[in-house]
């Protein structure tokens, strides 16, 4: 079989395949619940009783989605520029410390800078944490993947030192657990008496200004030129490394966010267990939303969705909520080649 | 103990060679899917699915060998998945490979969570035990260290010594490295480099899976969610560090293995009380970082490493 470009893709060709890659999900997801033996529509209606079925279920999806949107951000900012970005679970981490160490009050700050200054400096830690590998790999071709996924390894056992050391909560009991932000650290909630805070606006606010970046700005052009073609980009006079350089602060700054919304908005401490994988969660997100900012925001609400209703519906049908997990991974690949397909007509030969 | 004792003592090379079993492997599996051309990075997957696989294979009252060659089948189909989305689809193999490491892992957790509904702990097996070869593992230091190892680890030795001869000394060797390197020359001798690649991840996907099912019917007895613990990507490295050369592949894996085998020994002396023992683990990762480093401008990468080939395209 050969690949064979389509000229002007029809509408139906454009839609179709996307649409098959969802039902083909849906028949791995039924395949799977059958096996556990639970009935799939019951197992469906609970997922999505669960994700939307009341006003707290509903604001539990939005939460989950926060930080999904900022690391689906950061993979789409990097994937974009071909800049593989596979470590926004340490950089959503060292938003986090960075966070945990101004909001705790170590420099001692003004309570009206106190946010802002958290903020920023979760993104400079984000960005810095990816500035290494994104040197290593345009100063000596390190291939990125390989080095931002060991760090993530790395920066984990890093932080489950500073819990044990340095920024153990002393009267955390003995566990490794930062101690509690101070009140001027956390982000305020969105809507008073509703549980949802404001790092979900800013998660929208975020994918806004990514999106006017991406169309708006020369930054935006240049990393879609480098993603496109790195060497003709260059031939064509633009500075391919520094323009690297700068997805890489973006990506990074994008996922330390993440890290910053989740301690100062919903938990206001420190664990391990901040982040259940949402770094890689955010590659699917990214990839569901091809890369597209604002369709980063849809993508993330609906694998929230998954997720969140897969944990009710876990407890309620006994189907193990590792459900959600397969779901999404198989999205992924059945979407990819989906959009293939929109792209090209197989040939045999 | 000293660093000298530590370095002059059998169990410390014994251990050396266990913790590099599972590494062999899976660097093999790796190093011949990328000399065929394809990045595989669904590897630290295939090594969750091929662990789970011959141990609940095993538990369920297959011979260990027959555990093994049920994880080499999982780690087929896994690579079979990865191949025919990276190779006649040419789909990019991070994306690919990213997507196939959490569907086989989450594959093998809600399996564990559905053939095992109710258990707190995982049950145990019997797992390989070493075999104490004749006369040679009666030698002073080598004996103990190297001939004295579970039936595994031999096959490990044999497999990378195979892999070598194969790649080197075969037609289909030569097809397979050709492909890595210039696939249209292949296809102009009227050979399939779409079947070449796809037979290359396959077989090393599953020699992945039987790295990973060392773990859990070898090196341990039970299995555990993080037990494969960045594994792969660390192989990944190990196949940059060995230049895609099965030989020093293997080398590679008995150094930093030697080195994880240090670190853990480092941490019962005087230094482990100083210093965190995070930094003691965190050592293989940036081992591997280093390697790859260091090697980044040293090492021949195969030219059409991750470059997908279309027929008629020139």
Known sequence: ?349 | MDLFDILLSASFWAAAIRIASPLIFATLGELICERAGVLNLGIEGIMVAGAFAGWIAVWAGLPLWGGVAVAMLTGMMLGLVHSILSVPFGLSQHVVGIGLTLLATSLTFYTYRVVLPEVSSPPKITAFQPYEIPLLSDLPLVGPALFSQTPLTYAGFILAALTALVLYRTPLGLAVRAAGENPAAVAAQGLSVTAIRMGAVIVGSGFMAVGGAFLTLSAFDSFFFDMVNGRGWICIALVVFGAWKPGKAVMGAILFAAFDALQIRLQQTGIGAVVPYQVFLMLPYFLSILALVVMSRRAEIPAALMVPFNKGER
């Open chain 1, 1 to 349: 079989m050969r690949l064979e470009p389509i000229a002007a893709p029809s509408p139906a060709r454009r839609i179709v395949p996307p649409l098959l890659a969802l039902l083909a999900t849906f028949a791995v997801a039924t395949l799977l619940a059958l096996i556990a033996g639970g009935y799939p529509f019951a197992v469906f209606g609970l997922i999505v009783k669960g994700a939307f079925g009341s006003k707290f279920a509903l604001l539990e999806t939005l939460n989950s989605a926060t930080p999904l949107i900022f690391t689906g951000l950061a993979i789409a900012v990097a994937f974009r520029a071909k800049l593989w970005n596979i470590g926004a679970e340490a950089q959503l981490y060292a938003g986090a410390v960075l966070t945990v160490v101004l909001g705790t009050g170590a420099l001692g700050l003004p309570a009206y800078l106190m946010l802002p200054l958290c903020a920023i400096a979760a993104m400079f830690a984000g960005a810095t944490l990816l500035l290494g590998p994104a040197l290593l790999k345009t100063r000596l071709g390190v291939d990125e993947v390989v080095t931002t996924l060991l760090f993530n390894f790395i920066f984990l056992l890093f932080v489950s030192y500073l819990l044990e050391g340095p920024l153990k909560d002393p009267m955390g009991m003995g566990w490794p657990k930062s101690a509690r932000l101070l009140p001027e650290a956390r982000l305020p909630r969105l809507v008073e008496g509703l549980r949802l805070h404001w790092g979900f606006g800013l998660a929208l606010i975020a994918a806004l200004l990514v999106w006017v970046i991406n169309t708006r700005t020369t930054l935006g052009y240049e990393m879609r030129a480098v993603g496109q073609n790195a060497e003709a980009a260059g031939f064509a006079g633009i500075p391919v490394t520094k323009v690297i350089l700068k997805t890489a602060l973006l990506s990074g700054g994008l996922a330390g966010l993440a890290g910053f919304s989740e301690v100062s908005g919903l938990k206001g401490a420190l664990t391990l267990d901040l982040s259940p994988g949402f770094g890689y969660t955010g590659i699917v997100v990214a990839m569901l939303a091809l890369l597209h900012p604002l369709g980063v925001v849809v993508a993330a609400l609906f694998v929230a969705a998954i997720f969140v209703g897969a944990d009710s519906m876990s407890r309620a049908a006994g189907v193990p909520s590792y459900i959600a997990d397969i779901m999404l991974a198989s999205a992924l690949l059945f979407m990819v080649l989906a959009i293939l397909l929109t792209k090209f007509r197989v040939r045999r030969d």
